[in-house]
């Protein structure tokens, strides 16, 4: 009788634990789907795996202010090329890093090399995985999971935050304007880009959105370590592509 009792009691706990799990996820789906709708329908979302996007802005590290302009190549799910062309005291330069889904590679004002480090190959993993889930990418499957981060003001305007959990992947939390369910803010735990203070948590704010192509798309973005402002970028032009050819992401 005591065994059946202690069973019984397991099993309301277990049941009274469950309960709102499943009811939070249930909540962060229905959030995550009207997030899809606002931002051009799964369907948009999905077509265009590849993209071109020019960008100018200050990086700030190190003690400098850096001016940068550039242009970002990317295939979804795990291609990309950043060309970056920099100011730093009065003097250009420009810097190409790229990832053609086997080998990360830099090119420094000519002169390339392949990046052959397994913690580096694995970050870039994770920055791809967050990359997808800040663009909503497949968060109607089955193999995401979601939990409540409750409310909060994001720049003036009121969010509501959910957890991305998927297995083997760190968790990347979204923020959407509780208003017209655009993505505020994104942020995961991730190694520091310069390699000044190892893990950081890295938070991206998007901002300004215009429809291309019918997608819904930031042309304002803040990147901030542990708090810090250590990018400001805005988009002069974004094309979508269902697939940009690979010879883009070859090392030079």
Request: charged letters at 30%; glycine letters at 10%; a neutral charge.
């Amino acid at each position: 009788m005591l065994r059946t009792c202690s069973l019984l009691l397991a099993g309301l706990a277990w049941t009274a634990s469950s309960l709102p799990a499943r009811a939070q996820d249930d909540e962060c789906r229905a959030i995550i789907r009207e997030a899809l709708k606002a931002h051009g329908g799964k369907d948009a979302l999905g077509k265009y795996l590849g993209a071109q996007v020019k960008y100018k802005g200050i990086v700030d590290t190190m003690g400098m202010t850096i001016k940068v302009e550039g242009e970002v190549f990317t295939n979804h799910p795990n291609r990309m090329k950043n060309v970056i062309n920099a100011e730093v005291n009065n003097m250009n330069f420009q810097i190409q890093q790229g990832y053609d889904g086997k080998i990360l590679w830099m090119n420094i004002m000519g002169m390339s090399k392949e990046i052959d480090d397994k913690e580096a190959l694995a970050e870039i993993q994770e920055s791809f995985h967050a990359e997808r889930v800040a663009n909503l990418f497949g968060l109607d499957g089955k193999d995401y999971k979601f939990g409540s981060l409750g409310e909060m003001k994001i720049k003036d305007k009121d969010a509501v935050g959910v957890r991305v959990s998927k297995e083997g992947k760190r968790d990347v939390n979204l923020w959407f304007d509780k208003a017209g369910h655009m993505l505020v803010k994104s942020e995961y735990r991730g190694k520091d880009p310069f390699g000044q203070t190892g893990e950081v948590n890295q938070e991206k704010y998007y901002g300004d959105y215009k429809s291309v192509m019918g997608v819904q798309t930031p042309m304002k973005l803040e990147v901030h370590n542990d708090g810090k402002k250590l990018l400001e970028l805005e988009v002069s032009d974004v094309r979508y592509h269902e697939r940009l050819d690979d010879t883009y992401f070859t090392k030079p």
